[in-house]
């Protein structure tokens, strides 16, 4: 029998770098699910991934099967049906796809499984196997399939006309045509958010960071590739990529938490895009102005607010302290957290392609995160996620709880 090699294990950081499982099977990130079925099958089902496994008094954390009410929904459910058709015990159905979109890849069951391999790797599977569900014509769903189409004609998943993707730009922005920064606004800034995104650019002229918007930005892919479509997604990265190199650009910072984990993570690891583009999230931008003296928060913003971790930027790429340490420097925000902060943050239910293809589960997570922000007694909920802010901008009820990104803030705040 192979001599077992100890793993190092980090919790709460996040899916993990490559690790050696066992001696001879070097386990690696973004392969397809062939490459996991070994691996996968060292699900205990002990049902350990549907509670937060510490901490956070062990509340529920998997929006798909606390919705589905049915272990097929939970990671462990998911195992045994990526084991079983990896093993030729069953065969792909839509209604077996159905089971794997029924999911915001949010990741929070991964945390909580203390098999290593599960815990850094069931990510990469969920995705292995919506790229199996595509490549066997099992999906992507309906509606996601028409997002593509629309991104592939109008560089959005909005059903907005690509030539309306910075009437939100206003004539007072100063910008650089020959800045080696961009700021890459996003779609859902761009058509939903359109204050985050004058927050940020005033930012930004406020810093006098000499920066521009791409002439003619366009969807990063991550819809597309969230929902198994890599290949298309990789057409979009490979342009996005080469739209970045003809303008000369050097760093990118995102509003976004889903453009940002896809510029940064997706291209390089997955497409093999090594763009060498520095790509820097707005929390960890401002965090480092506050840091190095340059940017000063001297006006008061009396609010006492909880914080809502992104799955894209926090669990995905293990970012949970920089905007928590930004909102501290804010003078009058007192900062409460929610029982399920950081890597064990109930996902908001728009990920993942959810909110498109399954509105009563994107509902169902986002109406348990907003009541749990307001169980906190906050006056709002803030996040440095758009789509996230307009999940919840879109599910509150009643005014009885506000919504900001970061940016919002720390606008007001100079
Ligand atoms: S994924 Fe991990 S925690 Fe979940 S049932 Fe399997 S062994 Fe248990
Ligand atoms: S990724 Fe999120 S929604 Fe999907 S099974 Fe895990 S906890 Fe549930």
């Known amino acids: 029998m192979a001599k077992k090699k100890r793993v190092s294990y980090i919790r709460g950081k996040g899916v993990s770098k490559l690790r050696l499982a066992y001696e001879n099977h070097e386990v690696e990130r973004h392969q397809n699910i062939e490459h996991y079925k070994d691996i996968v099958y060292q699900c205990g089902k002990c049902g350990t991934c549907r509670t937060v496994y510490k901490d956070a008094y062990w509340s529920r954390i998997c929006p798909s099967g606390e919705f589905g009410q049915f272990e097929a929904y939970f990671l462990g459910g998911k195992n045994l049906l990526s084991w079983a058709v990896t093993s030729d015990k069953l065969k792909w159905s839509e209604d077996l796809a159905k089971i794997f979109y029924h999911c915001s890849v949010c990741l929070a069951c991964t945390q909580q499984c203390q098999i290593p391999e599960i815990h850094h790797y069931a990510g990469e599977w969920l995705m292995a196997m919506r790229e199996e569900a595509v490549r066997l014509g099992f999906g992507p769903m309906p509606e996601q399939a028409r997002y593509t189409e629309?991104?592939?004609?109008?560089?959005?998943p909005y059903m907005e006309k690509h030539e309306d993707r910075t009437n939100w730009l206003p004539s007072h922005i100063k910008q650089s045509p020959d800045a080696k920064i961009a700021y890459f606004v996003g779609c859902t800034t761009s058509y939903r958010e359109q204050n985050v995104a004058i927050a940020t650019a005033e930012i930004l002229n406020s810093l006098q960071i000499e920066f521009k918007i791409l002439k003619d930005e366009r969807c990063c892919g991550s819809p597309v590739y969230m929902t198994g479509q890599a290949e298309k997604a990789k057409k979009i990265a490979e342009e996005n990529v080469k739209m970045f190199k003809d303008e000369g650009i050097e760093k990118i910072i995102t509003s976004?938490?889903?453009c940002y984990r896809t510029l940064k993570e997706t291209y390089p690891k997955k497409f093999g895009l090594d763009h060498g583009i520095e790509v820097i999230h707005m929390p960890k931008f401002l965090l480092d102005m506050v840091n190095s003296g340059e940017l000063k928060f001297n006006k008061e913003i009396n609010m006492k607010i909880t914080y809502h971790d992104p799955c894209h930027i926090g669990r995905h790429m293990g970012?949970?302290?920089p905007p928590r340490k930004v909102l501290n420097k804010i003078p009058g925000i007192e900062l409460v957290e929610m029982d399920r902060n950081r890597h064990n943050a109930w996902c908001c239910g728009s990920g993942g392609g959810?909110?498109?293809?399954?509105k009563d589960l994107s509902t169902f997570a986002a109406d348990e995160r907003i009541e749990e922000a307001k169980g906190t007694?906050?006056?709002?909920i803030v996040s440095c996620c758009p789509f996230c802010l307009n999940q919840f901008k879109t599910h509150i009820?009643?005014?009885e709880i506000k919504a900001f990104d970061i940016a919002e803030l720390a606008r007001k705040a100079i």
Do not use: L, W
């Open 319 to 321: 970012i949970y302290e």
């Open 354 to 358: 959810v909110r498109s293809a399954f």
């Open 397 to 399: 009820k009643d005014n």
């Open 256 to 258: 976004c938490a889903g």
């Open 150 to 156: 629309h991104i592939n004609k109008e560089h959005n």
């Open 377 to 380: 007694s906050a006056e709002a």
